[in-house]
């Protein structure tokens, strides 16, 4: 992790810089690599400012903190405050990747065995499974389906307000199954 430290109308000692500093390494664990620090330090009459200017890989965080204190209570402060976003950014980014894996079309099928189904009759494959129908237009459907492996995607059509199915046929091509009441 790259700091810049810049003080305005404040000495900047080394206590406070390596205080900063131990505070913002702490982020390195949320944040993705190469991180680039901005701490800018300001004293106006008795109140002390305190600016953190972070960029990372994932976008970038800021936090101004402002304390009638001391300068490292008002570095406290602002650490506490981006660190906050930090832990909020981090878990957006796990978020996204496990609803990744639960959304990437990956539905539960129940497939019984002959034998258990009917005293073992004729051959029945019965299957289950559960769809969340989201609202979107054929164009959003068709590019669903072709960021997944899935070969249909059942969904309300936005324009009619019915549930349809898309499907990739053997031909490269689409298909609709849009009933009618």
């Known amino acids: 992790m ?45 109140r002390h400012k305190v600016e953190i200017f972070l960029t990372h890989r994932f976008g970038t965080l800021t936090a101004t903190e402002e304390t009638d204190g001391t300068m490292t209570d008002a ?25 990744g894996d639960r959304n990437g079309h990956r539905w539960p099928v129940d497939i019984l065995e002959r034998d258990s189904v009917g005293g073992g009759g ?9 769809l969340q129908i989201k609202p979107m237009t054929i164009e959003e459907a068709a590019l669903q389906l ?5 070969e249909f995607v059942v969904f309300r059509d936005s324009g009619s307000d019915r549930v349809a199915v898309l499907y990739k046929r053997k031909d490269e091509n689409y298909g609709l199954i849009a009933p009618e009441f």
């Open 146 to 150: 072709e960021e997944t492996k899935a």
């Open 2 to 46: 790259n700091i810049e430290y810049i003080g305005r109308n404040f000495h900047l000692d080394e206590r406070v810089r390596k205080h900063a500093a131990e505070k913002l390494e702490k982020l390195t664990k949320f944040l993705g690599e190469p991180i680039e620090g901005h701490v800018t330090l300001e004293t106006e009459k008795h």
């Open 122 to 130: 004729t051959p029945r494959v019965i299957e289950s499974t559960h």
């Open 75 to 99: 570095v406290n402060l602002a650490t506490e405050k981006i660190e906050h976003q930090a832990r909020r950014a981090h878990k957006r980014v796990v978020d996204k990747r496990r609803r």
